[in-house]
C-alpha cells in the first residue's frame, strides 16, 4: 500500500531526489518505505489543482460534501489494521491509542457530515425592512487551506484529521504538507481520502498529501499565493515562523497555530483535605498519559502551602515513580524533552519529587515532577516554559493573593482547571477562578485536562501563544469558522440566491424590526 510517493490530486507523483524513511522508536530502527520529498514543480501542481478545484468544490451542495466526508471515514476503516500497524510501527503509541485515534477521526469526519446535512453552520441571516431593505449574510469558504500534519496524533490532528474535515465541510480544498515522522500513515489516510474523493464525484486537487523531510515544503506552501489559509499544531517556534511568513506575504492570510500549553491546575485546599489520594492517581495517570506528549498536559499545579499540599505533592511524585516509563514519538521528539528539561532544571532553589536514576530505554523518557515556591516562579520564567513529555511543576504559593498574582502572569493556556471538594469554599476563591478563566479556552472543573470531547460546545484553543488566535477552536464543529468568511447579498431575486439564504430556508433567522438602523450610517 505505501508507494512513498506525493498524492496530487488523483494522481501519484514522486519526482523529487530529496529522500527520507520514517522511525519505528520503540526498536529505534528506520522502517522500511522510502518517501520522497516533495518538489516545487509538485508543489505548483498541487496548489493550482487546489485553486481550479475550489471553482466547483465551493458551490457544491452540503450533502454532496457530507457524502465524501462520510466516504472518508468507509475508506479509513476499509484500511483496517494495516493502517493501525504503520501508525504504531512510526509512532511508538500502542495499539489501543491507535483504535482509539482511528475511532476519533472516523468520528470527527462524521460530525462535520451530520453539521452539513442539519445546515445551520452557514449562520443565514435575513434583515428585511418591507420593500427598501432585503440584506442577506452567510459564510462561504475561504479558498484552498494548508494543513500540516501533528506530529503527536497522527490520525486525529493530522491527514484526514480535525482540521481537514473542517476545511472540506467548509468548501475549502486541503493540501496536508504530511508530518515526516508519520508519513506511512499520513500516505494510507491519503489513499482513502483520494478514493473517496472519486467516488462521490469530488473535483481533482479537492486533496493532496505532499511529503517533506524539513520544513522547506511547508514554508512554500505557506508562501503560495494560491493557499489562503493554514492550519497548525506544533511547537511554538514552528507556528510563529509560519505566521511571520503568512503576514509577510504580498496577501497575508491567517495561520490557525495550536503551540504551547502547559495547563495550570488549581488545587483547592478542600481537596487536600477530602480527596487527596483520588486527584494523586488521576494526575499521575494524566502527566503520563502518551508519554505526556498532549497539549492538554497538565504541566502546571497550583496550590497554597500547607502540610496537605506538601503531602499532595509527595503522593503525586510517588505515583509518578511507580509508572513505567513510555516510548516517545520519535529520538528528536525525546531529543527536545531531554533539552528543555534540562534548561529547567538547570535553575536553582527548586525540590526534585520524583527519582532520577531510574533507567531507561533509548527513545523512553522518564516522568519528572519539580516543586518550587510560588516566589521563585515569579522571579524565574524557565519554570513557565512547556517541555513536551511527561514533566510537571508544582508551585507552592504563599497566599491566595500570590496564587492569583502567579494566574494572572503566566501565558495564555488551552485549559485552567480547578479541583474542589466543597463548592462553599469556591466563593471565596472568586478571584482565582476569574483569572484562571481570563487565560485560557477552557475552564474545567473537578478533571484533568488530558482527553478532549469532540463536540460542539468545545473549545480546543485559547489564548496565545497556546493558539495565535483565541476566537476559534480546532476541536469541535465550530472548528469549520476559522476556513470561511462572511458575504452578504443585497437586493438579489430570491432564485439567485444561494439555497441557503433563500426565503424558503427554515434555518435562517430573519430580522426585521430594530437591527436595520440607518441606510446611509457608513
Ligand atoms: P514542530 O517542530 O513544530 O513541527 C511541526 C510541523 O511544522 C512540522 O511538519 C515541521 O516541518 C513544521 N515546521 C516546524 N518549524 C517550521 C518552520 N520554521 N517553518 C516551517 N515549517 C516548520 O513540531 P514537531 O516536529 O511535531 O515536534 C517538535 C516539538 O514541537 C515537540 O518536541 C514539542 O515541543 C512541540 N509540539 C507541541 C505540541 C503541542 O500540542 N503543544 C504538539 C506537537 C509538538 P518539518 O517536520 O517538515 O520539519
Known sequence: MITGKNYIGNSLSAKGDIKFRTIDPVENVENESLFVEATDAEINEATA???????????ISDAKKADFLEAIVDEIEALGDDLLQIYTKESGLPSGRATGERARTMGQLKAFATMLREGS?????????????????????????VVFGASNFPLAFSTAGGDTASALAAGCPVIVKSHPLHAGTGEMVASAIIKAAQKTGMPDGVFSNLNSSGIAVGVKLVEHPAIKAVGFTGSIKGGTAL????????????VYAEMSSINPVVVLPSVLQKANK?????????????????????????????????????NLASELNAIQPSCMLHPNIKAAYESHKKEVLAQEGYNQLTNLDTKVKENFALQNLILVSGELFL?????????FGPFSVVVKCESQEQLDTIIATIEGQLTGTILNADVTELESFKTTIDTLKNKVGRLIFNSVPTGVEVCSAMTHGGPYPSTSDSKFTSVGITAVKRWVRPVSFQGWPNEMLPDALKNENPLSITRTLNDVITKDSI
Open 121 to 145: 453552520w452557514v449562520e443565514a441571516i435575513i434583515n428585511k425592512v418591507g420593500d427598501t431593505v432585503d440584506i442577506r449574510r452567510m459564510l462561504i469558504p475561504i479558498g484552498p487551506v
Open 278 to 314: 483520588e486527584w494523586t492517581q488521576k494526575y499521575a495517570a494524566a502527566i503520563t498519559m502518551g508519554t505526556g506528549q498532549f497539549c492538554t498536559n497538565p504541566g502546571l499545579i497550583l496550590g497554597i502551602a500547607s502540610k496537605e499540599f506538601d503531602d499532595f505533592a509527595t
Open 49 to 59: 489543482l487546489a485553486s481550479k478545484a475550489f471553482q466547483e468544490y465551493s458551490s
Open 243 to 254: 505566521c511571520e511568513i503568512a503576514a509577510k506575504r504580498e496577501i497575508p492570510i491567517p
Open 379 to 387: 522571579k524565574n520564567k524557565a519554570f513557565h516554559n512547556e517541555v
